[in-house]
């Protein structure tokens, strides 16, 4: 870790100590957090000092609420784990700082995962829909159907099964009504996520792209040329099976 005495957010970094963990845990933990903080990297030194409570707040939970005592920030910092506490955090805290919460974690944990940070230098209309259109991952979904929600079940598993989505659910023969739409986005808020109709479409998208085939099918079944541009995006290698199909 870089303790520079010209560069203040390095100053920052090494002169915190958490209140959330005692001393000797701190001292077990303090140079891989202080490491995987300094190269996230922070804005500032306010945000050097956000992050740096965010994750030990998030750690001191961790070790209360699981058998772990890890000091590999990957293997701390997984999505599962960050929805949970931050569903718990929503018991007590304001919205704002439940979304500031989240925010820094994902940021760490793409850090940690050497995940590529979303590009921020266009922040306009098509980037925030290319946002939105992003998949949802396998453990979203599993922490999604883990909440026995009917609602959150009943609007994933049409989305999921037929790549339908509202406002064409409300009308599907094996649809819902909005009502139900509602309940569901307000269940999977609590739980740290944000339910959207687009992002479960590409989900199915996704998950079409996946199965062995043919591309003209895939069309006909209703993918779109964003459907298409987002897998484009986000699927996985294709498989010897896929590629014998599309020659």
Request: net charge positive; charged share 15%.
């Amino acid at each position: 870790m870089n303790h520079n005495s010209a560069d203040p957010i390095a100053k920052r970094i090494a002169a915190y100590t958490p209140t959330t963990l005692s001393a000797q845990r701190w001292k077990q933990l303090r140079k891989v957090v202080c490491e995987l903080v300094q190269s996230t990297p922070p804005h500032n030194t306010e945000d050097a000092k956000s992050l740096l409570v965010a994750t030990c707040n998030y750690l001191a939970w961790l070790d209360k609420n699981t058998s772990t005592t890890t000091t590999d920030m990957a293997d701390a910092l997984t999505e599962t784990r960050i929805i949970a506490y931050t569903a718990e955090l929503a018991t007590s805290a304001a919205k704002k700082t439940v979304k500031n919460q989240l925010g820094r974690l994902r940021r760490l944990h793409r850090n940690a995962h050497n995940i590529p940070t979303p590009n921020t230098s266009t922040a306009n209309t098509t980037t925030h829909t290319a946002q939105r259109c992003t998949p949802y991952s396998p453990e979203e979904l599993n922490t999604l159907l883990s909440l026995t929600n009917p609602a959150i079940t009943t609007a994933v598993t049409l989305a999921l099964t037929t790549g339908t989505v509202i406002p064409a659910a409300h009308t599907h023969p094996n649809g819902y009504p909005r009502t139900v739409w509602d309940t569901a986005r307000r269940a999977a808020r609590t739980a740290g996520i944000q339910l959207d109709s687009r992002r479960l479409h590409a989900t199915w998208a996704h998950q079409q792209s996946q199965l062995p085939t043919p591309a003209a099918q895939l069309i006909r079944q209703g993918l779109s040329t964003t459907d298409l541009n987002t897998i484009s995006r986000t699927v996985h290698p294709l498989p010897v099976e896929q590629l014998k199909l599309a020659r």
